[in-house]
């Protein structure tokens, strides 16, 4: 199957100033609409995978999902991605699969909830690109931590990222990207209120792309948790508290200094749950999954396009032809970790 590394992705995403929506996925529905959602804007894509979905969905289909994907969307530039990965084995099994991306988050311990030391954060990351490197694989890091747990994911501490220790960890790891902590935590549930610069961090991410300005920065929990996705729901019986995400202008402020991967999950869950308990409200004599699971599928699908226009990735799908995962593994022995970008 063909698909592109994330470093290239975001190397050329760091060229021409944009940022790349990275979204998650568990099953066929996600898949299809994100890659529709590429199509459409003619951009390029990260689909991500948690240690949840290749449990949920199991390995062999998430490599076939990936496989259709490639084959019925060949002008789009996609990365398969590991997200959050608790442990070089967890990375390890995602490379042997064929990901073209991993993310070692040395952040928390194995257990995926306990802090995790400086050092033990090195060691870990540095020993997945050793191994991730060789395969041409593209390594993400994570140091500090994001706040909420999602289904017993996260140690629900939040520590922002320290700028000094960034420096240091980027160059004893040799990571292509690093994952940084402004504040933001995965969920529906971000902040009470609109969040001011008090409360979102982004002068951490300024600082960081000034002193590692090759660095591609990523943003996690990037959810923006639209209001009108919300009143679905709640409209549809739901019971979603009132609850901010991290609006888009600040992802584009984020962009503008480095930031070049956004993650992206919870948009979409609320996406099709609202137009799945919409579907039930307003005919609950129906009964073929394809009824609530195609609206879902268009809810979702329009999310990830209006992602896609406000990072900027829209019309960049076809820029640049693939470069192998061999041919990645040359470039890191020939260059080192830390590629220089062409
Ligand atoms: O890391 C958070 C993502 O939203 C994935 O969530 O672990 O429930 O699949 P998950
Ligand atoms: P959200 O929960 O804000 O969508 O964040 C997703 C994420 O960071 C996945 O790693
Ligand atoms: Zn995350």
């Known amino acids: 199957m063909a698909l592109v590394t994330m470093r290239q992705l975001l190397d050329e995403a760091a060229k021409a100033g944009y940022g790349v929506g990275a979204f998650n996925v568990n099953n066929l529905e996600q898949v299809q609409a994100i890659m529709e959602a590429a199509r459409e804007t003619q951009s390029p894509v990260i689909i991500q995978a948690s ?30 991605h590991q997200d959050h990965g608790n442990s070089p084995e967890t990375c390890k099994s995602a490379i042997d699969i064929g990901f073209t991306s991993v993310m070692m988050d040395g952040s928390l311990m194995d257990d995926g909830k306990t802090p995790a030391g400086f050092e033990y954060n090195v060691r870990v990351t540095r020993e997945v690109v050793e191994m991730a490197h060789e395969a041409g694989v593209t390594v993400e890091g994570e140091l500090g931590t994001l706040g909420g747990i999602e289904d017993g994911v996260g140690s629900g501490e939040v520590n922002l990222t320290d700028p000094d220790q960034a420096v240091e960890f980027v160059n004893r790891t040799g990571v292509d990207a690093l994952a940084v902590a402004i504040g933001t935590s995965h969920g529906a549930y971000k902040f009470t209120k609109e969040p001011d610069r008090e ?44 609850t901010w995400g991290v609006p888009v202008h600040e992802i584009q402020e984020g ?50 396009e209006a992602r896609m226009e406000a990072f900027g990735q829209a019309g960049h799908a076809t820029d640049y032809d693939p470069i192998s995962l061999p041919d990645m593994a040359v470039r890191y022995k020939e260059q080192g970790h830390q590629l220089t970008v062409t």
Do not use: C, W
């Open 199 to 242: 409360v979102l961090a982004m002068h951490i991410i300024e600082e960081i792309n000034e002193r590692l300005p090759t660095t591609h920065l990523v943003m996690h929990g990037s959810s923006s948790v639209p209001k009108e996705l919300v009143d679905i729901i709640n409209r549809y019986g739901g019971e979603i508290r009132p």
């Open 51 to 80: 240690r949840g979905a290749r449990k949920y969905a199991n390995d062999r289909f998430l490599y076939h999902l990936m496989e259709a994907a490639t084959e019925v969307y060949p002008e789009i530039s996609v990365a398969l």
């Open 255 to 304: 962009i503008k200094h480095g930031v070049r991967k956004i993650n992206v999950d919870t948009d979409l869950r609320l996406a099709a749950t609202g137009a799945i308990r919409k579907a039930f409200a307003e005919d609950p004599g129906e009964f073929d999954p394809r009824y609530y699971l195609k609206p879902a599928r268009a809810a979702m699908q329009q999310v990830v």
